[in-house]
């Protein structure tokens, strides 16, 4: 909770604002009390007429107001706060992902990070919304009772002094005990509650065994279980609320015994006080026991707030980008691998890339070439500037990568993936998320044509206006792969990044492929993470990557002559499959 | 009303939970406005100094009070808790059995993977509806009433009052609000929607995003949907603190009505002073039972969106009215003719004028790029889909006409995804028949190299702690130990090394050499053994025969087969 109470109080205006409502709010409560019971004193026992007791009202009526406006105030300002918290940890949890989440999706996180930006942020609402405007309040209100209740009767206030600090301390103890015991229940309760989500995703697997029916039965009983474990636990929670409601109970009952004995046998009080006490009374205990079930509130934020301070402390190294343009001249540029290298993380062994050295010419087509793990798509992401390497450096037209702004880089590039990202939107914006942003529809067109995709689109009912992407329909992997394509021709690259993919498409996609990378390759320079055949013969150079290290370096058929493991490995992806 | 009935059913029959909890929470109610009425009547009395027996039986009473506003309370809250908990049994049991007819046909109406998520989530949000919804008015409306009646003993004028009041907090505030509620609510959902999607495509994105230098965009976007949903969210929290605090403040008021009519009527002589505290007293308590109704809209709301969606799934959907069982102890062959099929919501044919003849006894492989729709015939052969057009006939027998479940339980099925249950290998494989030996599981797990597997081994959900050859080959044992003699398998060796996908299928082959057999195939290696290979493209049949024919013809299959050659793992 650190992280939130130092976020909070540095809010130190709305804090401040905070304590004077209270205080407020409290004199409020106290005025209201004063003047119900001043009224029923006057008109009870002295007997007054109702005309001398109007400005009582009157008084009775502002204060009144006052106490539902400025509760109104004060909850205000806790839900602005926890809107301005929320608002602060999500931009800069959005910066930080924004620099470098790479290595989070090739770490297969971004499931978590969606959840982190989403949920956890919501999760921190409570603390500033509920707890601290609470704490403020229970820090100021009681304390105020207290001093009335003791300037009006000394032993009350005593009764109240000694009875307050058992309800915090049964708070605690209650909540050890619940947690234990939550924790106890905790395995139970996720078996039996999975029970339900388990036996509906195995719904179709256990139609086709016939075994359907009898799941009803295991449904209720893992329900019922669950609701037993639940019972457990809550019931511990609701004998806390009853001991707090036993201790205010009591209390509050003490001091009414107390006043009245005072009042008829000692007659030491007079009955405004007794009946001033006996109003302030519940208050003071309502205040505590509030502040109970926002500390539970509170909580459960700290929880979220843990995720996100450790998401924001962690730190990833990010690519570094310099002022200089990429001068285009007429050639696509060329590149040099210069001892690279890269590993996730600090541990030793953990190495992807080691000392990678290459030189790539302009125009040039290169495949990178090794079994699965042997830290091809790393390579091709580090050549692209999507990760740093962490020694060695890339070179593009002599000069190191970070040399050039970001945008003069990216501007040269495409990066065809294995499975292309469909954003929300039209297949139109899907192509056009590619180019430079002066092209016209026409343009669109043109490049859907050529990656082979033009008739698919045309045939849908809203052709190039059909949405795709998480709200609309999919495609299937080859026409993802046609979409990427087009995407290249819109933007014309002097370089292309091609990841192949690792499984056999559609013939005609798999023709599109082949025939568009030879029309694209002829104005740029080509790096491909290769698992065809053909694009390795292709290829101008063969980078052979064995466990992040490059195992050989050349054309195909040098490797093939010269190096035992190449051709090892081509021999058996050829004759390895029985055929 | 109506979406809400199914629930008022379902909550009929936990009579006595729900009795139980509306009498203490009546109970409760009562005892704190008795408590504070009573501490009222004996400030007051003690003013008057009466005889201190008088004092000691009113004494008696607040603690009495004490005492059964807590007790009543804590029993509300445990019996209203356990009603719900077995409500959501009764709740989940309920959609089972309405679910369960249509499945697992009622799975292709609602393809996005989330709905099962989804209705697990709605079961969850009506555990509200008891809670928030049914009975916490039940409750007020009796302590109202009591009130009322017990304060106009004293005054009739009062008891007005105070029943004014409680129609305004209880009813008209809360409804006032509701209304604006609930536009407020839509916003926020959608508002956290267009975020969430942001939010995805900013991680999952991220590649294309930045090589395309939209990252600066997404991300501008990013912080200007989270301001919007944070936006929605504070003007929620406004709504929501705005409606509480014009509640609190109608009650206080009230209570100053209370106040001053007492008043006033005292003075006349029209009301012993006596009184006058007590009275005050109650009205200050008997409004905080007002409060739960200002969550009770939006509950209300949720409970209906959530009962409709949930017990409407499968409203559509036919049952099954094949009534032909098949027999056993035969196998089967298929011909379909002119079938397509169109998923509901999707706007291309998934398949198209297929024609095949699938003779009883043979071996079939059905090949084709992802997306050619060999899946979706498998499921039309099972009769998981009908056909949208043409027919398919088993053993001469129109589909149509074959009890469903009777197909299924004729047939050893492996598809794609295979669910394994939380429990043990030896609970996932007894699934495929009654009475199977410990010997027998053992062997079948052999038969699919898994000898190293014990019976006793843990599985967890969804067989998470096995890797998907371990799934592939533990779903291949239920088959081989199910033993029908129709075997439909969707590529059930793709995450296996070929070396072992050899060793298994020379034991299936084995066990299947008289049955029918269909298998999709993945790879093209090992098709030399089939009967005929059905070669298919964007759901329609582009070539069939056998492995020699297609190979020989240089067609499709060749093609595919030279490129397969050539790819590189």
């Keep these: ?579 | 009303m109506k979406d809400i009935s199914q629930m008022i059913k379902l909550v009929a029959i936990e009579k006595k939970d729900v009795l139980l909890s509306i009498l203490f929470g009546f109970l409760a109610g009562m005892a704190a406005v008795g408590l504070f009425a009573s501490s009222g009547y004996l400030i007051s009395r003690a003013a008057l100094v009466p005889p201190l027996y008088a004092l000691t039986v009113l004494i008696a009473f607040l603690k009495l009070f004490g005492f059964a506003r807590a007790l009543g309370r804590y029993a509300e809250r445990y019996y209203s808790h356990r009603a719900t908990f077995t409500m959501l049994s009764n709740i989940r049991v309920a959609f089972f059995e309405k679910l369960e007819p249509y499945a697992p046909r009622v799975f292709q109406k609602y393809r996005s993977g989330d709905l099962l998520a989804r209705i697990v989530g709605d079961v969850e949000s009506l555990q509200n509806f008891f809670l928030r919804v049914y009975y916490p008015p039940v409750v007020l409306v009796v302590i109202f009433l009591s009130t009322i009646v017990f304060t106009s003993v004293f005054s009739t004028s009062i008891a007005i009052v105070l029943l004014l009041g409680l129609t305004l907090t209880g009813v008209f505030v809360p409804f006032l609000f509701s209304l604006r509620q609930r536009t407020i609510e839509n916003r926020v959902r959608e508002s956290r929607g267009e975020l969430s999607i942001d939010v995805t495509e900013f991680l999952y994105g991220f590649r294309d995003l930045k090589i395309y230098q939209q990252l600066e965009d997404k991300e501008e976007r990013l912080h200007e949907s989270s301001s919007s949903y944070i936006r929605e969210q504070e003007r929620e929290g406004m709504q929501r603190i705005f409606s509480h605090s014009v509640n609190t403040l109608v009650s206080l008021l009230i209570s100053w009505v209370v106040l001053g009519l007492g008043a006033y009527l005292v003075a006349r002589g029209d009301l012993n002073g006596l009184f006058l505290a007590m009275l005050v007293m109650i009205s200050l308590t008997v409004f905080e039972n007002a409060t739960p109704m200002a969550v009770l809209p939006s509950h209300l709301e949720d409970s209906k969106r959530a009962s409709r969606r949930l017990f409407s799934i499968g409203d559509e959907m036919i049952e099954d009215n094949g009534r032909l069982h098949l027999a056993g102890g035969e196998s089967y062959g298929f011909e379909l003719s002119g079938v397509d099929f169109r998923f509901p919501e999707e706007e291309r044919q998934t398949l198209q004028q297929v024609n095949l003849k699938i003779p009883a006894g043979s071996k079939t492989a059905l090949v084709g790029p992802s997306g050619s729709g060999k899946s979706t015939l498998l499921q039309l052969l099972l009769k998981i889909h009908t056909p949208n057009q043409g027919e398919i006939l088993l053993n001469e027998h129109p589909m149509a006409q074959i009890d469903e479940e009777s197909v299924w339980s004729k047939s050893n099925v492996v598809l794609q995804e295979n669910h394994f249950f939380f429990g043990t290998v030896r609970e996932n494989l007894q699934l495929a028949k009654d009475d199977l030996t410990d010997e027998q599981m053992l062997d079948a797990l052999r038969d699919v190299e898994l000898g190293s597997f014990q019976l006793d081994y843990p599985v967890f959900e969804k067989g998470e702690n096995l890797s998907g050859g371990e799934k592939q080959r533990l779903a291949m044992a239920r088959a081989l130990l199910k033993g029908e003699q129709l075997w439909i398998l969707d590529e059930p060796t793709s995450s296996i090394d070929a070396l072992t996908e050899r060793k298994i299928y020379e034991r299936l082959f084995n066990q299947a050499e008289k049955d029918t057999l269909i298998l999709v195939s993945h790879r093209l290696t090992g098709l030399e053994l089939m009967d005929q290979i059905i070669v298919m493209d964007e759901g329609t049949i582009v070539e069939k025969g056998t492995y020699n024919e297609l190979m020989h013809k240089q067609g499709y299959f060749y093609e595919m087969k030279q490129i397969e050659k050539t790819i590189f793992g």
Excluded at chain 1, 116 to 129: K, N, P, R, T
Excluded at chain 1, 383 to 397: F, M, R, W, Y
Excluded at chain 1, 517 to 525: A, G, Y
Excluded at chain 1, 538 to 547: G, M, P, R, T, V
């Design chain 1, 1 to 579: 909770m650190k992280h939130l109470s130092k976020l909070a109080f540095g809010q130190r205006k709305v804090i401040l604002a905070l304590f004077i409502i209270s205080l407020i709010i409290g004199g409020t409560i106290i005025g209201q009390a004063y003047f119900f019971v001043a009224i029923v004193d006057r008109i009870f026992l002295e007997q007054q007429s109702f005309q001398e007791i109007v400005p009582l009202l009157a008084g009775l009526l502002l204060v009144l107001a006052g106490r539902a406006g400025f509760t109104w105030l004060h909850g205000r300002t806790g839900v602005k706060m926890a809107a301005r918290a929320k608002s602060h940890f999500r931009q800069a949890i959005i910066k930080k992902f924004s620099r470098n989440p790479i290595q989070a999706s090739l770490k297969g996180q971004s499931g978590r990070k969606v959840s982190v930006l989403m949920d956890s942020v919501d999760e921190i609402d409570g603390y500033f919304s509920n707890y601290v405007p609470q704490m403020i309040q229970t820090a100021v209100i009681p304390l105020m009772i207290l001093i009335v209740v003791f300037t009006q009767h000394i032993y009350s206030g005593l009764i109240m002094l000694i009875t307050a600090p058992f309800i915090p301390f049964f708070m605690a103890i209650v909540g050890v005990m619940t947690k234990k015991k939550s924790e106890e229940q905790m395995e139970k309760l996720s078996a039996f509650s999975g029970k339900f989500l388990d036996t509906l995703q195995g719904l179709t697997t256990l139609k086709l065994f016939g075994r359907a029916q009898k799941q009803k039965d295991e449904i209720e009983k893992s329900s019922l279980g669950f609701r037993d474990a639940t019972m457990g636990v809550l019931k511990v929670a609701f004998i806390s609320s009853l001991m707090l409601e036993f201790i205010s109970m009591l209390s509050i009952g003490l001091i009414a015994l107390e006043i009245a004995i005072r009042l008829v046998v000692y007659e030491s009080i007079p009955f405004f006080s007794a009946f001033f006490i006996l109003v302030l009374a519940p208050e003071f205990y309502l205040t505590l026991k509030d502040f109970g079930s926002a500390f539970h509130t509170g909580r459960g934020s700290s929880g979220a707030a843990n995720q996100l301070a450790e998401e924001l402390s962690e730190t990833e190294s990010y690519v570094e980008w310099g002022e200089e343009k990429l001068s285009a001249g007429s050639n696509p540029p060329f590149l040099e691998l210069e001892n690279v290298h890269f590993s996730y993380g600090k541990e030793e062994g953990l190495f992807a890339l080691e000392n990678i050295q290459a030189t790539i010419p302009a125009y040039s087509q290169t495949a990178i070439v090794g079994r699965s793990g042997s830290g091809k798509s790393t390579l091709l992401h580090v050549v692209a500037g999507l990760i740093q390497p962490s020694e060695g450096q890339v070179k593009v037209n002599g000069e190191v990568l970070s040399f050039y702004q970001e945008h003069e880089w990216f501007k040269e590039v495409s990066y065809i993936s294995q499975h292309p990202y469909l954003f929300s939107g039209t297949i139109a914006e899907n192509i056009a998320i590619g180019g430079r942003g002066d092209h016209t529809m026409n343009d669109i067109k043109a490049a859907a044509q050529r990656a082979g995709i033009a008739e698919l689109i045309e045939s849908l009912e809203r052709g190039y206006e059909t949405p795709v992407g998480e709200a609309g329909r999919g495609l299937s992997g080859g026409e993802k792969q046609r979409l990427a394509i087009a995407r290249a021709f819109l933007k014309r690259p002097s370089v292309i990044l091609f990841d192949e993919p690792t499984t056999g498409l559609d013939l005609k996609t798999e023709r599109i492929l082949q025939e568009s990378m030879k029309e694209l390759s002829k104005t740029s320079t080509v790096i491909t993470v290769a698992h065809r055949l053909h694009t390795i013969k292709n290829a101008d150079q063969i980078l052979f990557l064995d466990q992040g290290n490059l195992a050989a370096l050349g054309p195909h058929e040098v490797l093939m002559e010269r190096h035992p493991e190449y051709k090892e490995m081509v021999r058996l992806q050829q004759g390895g499959t029985p055929a």
